[in-house]
């Protein structure tokens, strides 16, 4: 079932617009914090888990809590006692922060069986640390590249998955200048990518992956690795924005040059997370938009409701990137928004107009083939701009999340099937078997 009420009011591009001028002219002054690549976190694991480092000891990495026990769990928030953890040193709403609370972590690389479900010690925040309880949360592609031990970055042992997450500070340590207890937050996924570009340190701290994620009730985050959640937004439709709604942005806008414009051609390549947000967003800036989907009438429908100029079947079109072309009237798209990977990319070829880009992020479709993708060599006899880009700075998600603020209703993520938290297994599952429209949402609310 679809939540959210896509073009329900009239556009308001000059207000995208204008955001994407003033942020032109913005850079955040802060520098990011040195938070653990791990968390410091204490570990209390049923000894039913898979992994023999679990059964049924107490691991204390930095601390001990004395008198825990199972039934002063969070989520729900039951029997919620203060933490003495949180009574000095830092702003808390110390009789909301219990002493356990539940989690999901990747053990191992067997794809579902690796998820393992668990209760932990909430760990200490440090003082440049923020504890925020989770309500909402979304699940990525990665996700499922990550349970299965294909994800092509760093990923620590057990780590707790999600990178797309949005709840409120419980409590902020004495150095946090960003947040104060009571704030509606957002995840980032690349917690080191602040502004401007990548560079090799900020690749090695990916929420979810290389640090511990979303998929539980309570987690620890650097400062900097959070933003202020947009207004009108629910915690799960908030959560998308962490990857899949800053990728469409930066793929978008994130190109000195060549930021999508009023009248440009995007396309977009199915219905998946990514695609769905670059469709909102360039429909968003008065760009005109083809939109490619292998699925029936519910998807076409959902794709032209979201304002796509032209849909094509790319199972029934092989050559769908030369018939986008000739919808232009022959000179091809500004902008094609790659998800797919190696059975898509000599169509994006076809697509693409002189001095045009391609924005590749992703290989939905299946791994890329040795043989049959296109060189590099094709960039100069084609002549357009390949783009290879890795999700999107916290400066890129501020500027996003100001623009849904100001257009909510037209930009308002899409999400499909709503799971709880202890259902993960299934939200995985649902995700993989691509049937969905937009996001997979988790609900950690209660
Ligand atoms: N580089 C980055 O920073 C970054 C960030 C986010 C995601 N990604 C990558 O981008 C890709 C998409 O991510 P996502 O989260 O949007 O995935 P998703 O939600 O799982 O997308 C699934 C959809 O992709 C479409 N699809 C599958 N094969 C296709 C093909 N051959 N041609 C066109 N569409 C196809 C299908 O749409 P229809 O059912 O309509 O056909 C399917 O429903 C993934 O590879 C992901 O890893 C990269």
Known sequence: MLQGSPMACPRSNHHVQQLLLDANNTRASDTPGRGDVCDRSSHLHFASSKNSRFQGVW?????????????ETFCPFIKAKASPNYTSGSETMAQQIPKTAKQWSIVGTDGLDSLV?????????????????????????????????????????????????????LAAGKHVTRFQPGDKVITTLNQKHISGSLDAESLQYGTGASIDGTLRCIGVFDEHALVHMPEGLSFVEAATLSCAGVTAWNALFGLP??????????????????????????????????????????????????????????????????????????????????????????????AVKLDGTIAVLGFVGGEAEATGVPTLLQTWMRLFTARGLWVGSR????????????????????????????ELKEAYEYLLQGKHQGKVGIDISA
């Not at 479900?117 to 499922?144: C, H, K, M, W």
């Not at 060549?258 to 670059?278: E, Y």
Request: glycine fraction near 12%; include cysteine.
């Open 59 to 71: 691991e204390f990495a930095s601390h001990t809590v004395e008198n825990a026990t199972y039934s």
């Open 257 to 350: 040059g060549k930021r999508v414009a009023p009248g440009q051609w995007v396309l977009t390549q199915g219905t998946g997370g990514v695609s769905i947000f670059a469709l909102q967003f360039a429909k968003a800036v008065g760009a005109r938009v083809i939109a490619t989907t292998s699925a029936g009438e519910n998807k076409v429908e959902l794709l032209r409701r979201l304002g796509a100029d032209h849909v094509i079947n790319y199972r029934e079109v092989e050559e769908w990137g030369v018939a986008a072309k000739e919808i232009t009237g022959g000179t091809g798209v500004d902008l094609v928004v790659e998800v797919a990977g190696g059975k898509t990319l000599n169509q994006s070829v076809e």
């Open 395 to 422: 400066d890129q998600m501020e500027e996003m999340c100001r623009a849904i603020e100001g257009d909510v209703d037209q930009l308002r993520p899409v999400v499909d099937r709503v799971f709880k938290l202890e």
């Open 117 to 169: 479900y668990s209760e932990e010690l909430v760990p200490e925040i440090g003082d440049t640390q923020v504890l925020v309880r989770i309500q909402g949360a979304s699940l990525n592609f990665r996700d499922l590249l990550i349970a299965q031990g294909k994800y092509p970055w760093p990923v620590k042992p057990n780590v707790v998955p999600g990178s797309d997450g949005a709840g409120t500070v």
